[in-house]
């Protein structure tokens, strides 16, 4: 009687084995963003797999810069800069790798211009890395801000700065750490 008992533990544990493993092989959720950086023309919607032929979306975001952006001279806390739909901006905010900060869409019109809010809740009760890295995230503008033209930008409550019309130039424009 006992070698019947200890057989089915061990066919429980053996199921619980395996389904563990399986729990651990299984794909990222669609809310993992991309893990390299995505060229502006395979952006996608939030937590998609980029694919060449999607389009830009707000709410989409990805490790790195866009590549319109090139590489900043120095470090900044935050830089802003037009997409190729001139309702759309690029936000790129620097935090931690395994917990990339990712930017609210649509922006929030304010009276001075627009604020981006950067998700504080996102991976609350997660350990993150204590490293920087830039997440860029693609934010739409809100209602009654003119696409493409010139708006003064607070991000995650650092700045203004004034992103010049998107006919004016392409670079983007830096926020200094505080």
Known sequence: ???????????????????????????????SPPRTPVPTASLTVPGATPSPTSTLAGGAH????????????????????????????????????????VAS???????????VVVEKDRYAGQAC?????????VVALPDGVAPGAAVSVVIDGRGPVTLPAAADGDGPVWVDAE
């Open 1 to 31: 009687m006992r070698k019947g008992r200890s057989g089915a533990v061990a066919a429980t544990l053996g199921a619980v084995v395996l389904a563990s493993l399986s729990a651990c092989s299984s794909s990222p959720t669609p809310s």
């Open 62 to 101: 990805w490790p790195g810069l866009p590549p319109s952006f090139g590489e900043p001279s120095g470090f900044h806390a935050a830089g802003v800069g037009w997409t190729a739909d001139d309702a759309l901006l690029y936000v790129v905010v620097a935090g931690s790798s395994s917990c990339p900060p």
């Open 105 to 115: 869409s649509p922006a929030t019109r304010t009276s001075d211009g627009i604020a």
């Open 129 to 137: 890395t204590a490293d920087m890295a830039p997440t860029t995230t």
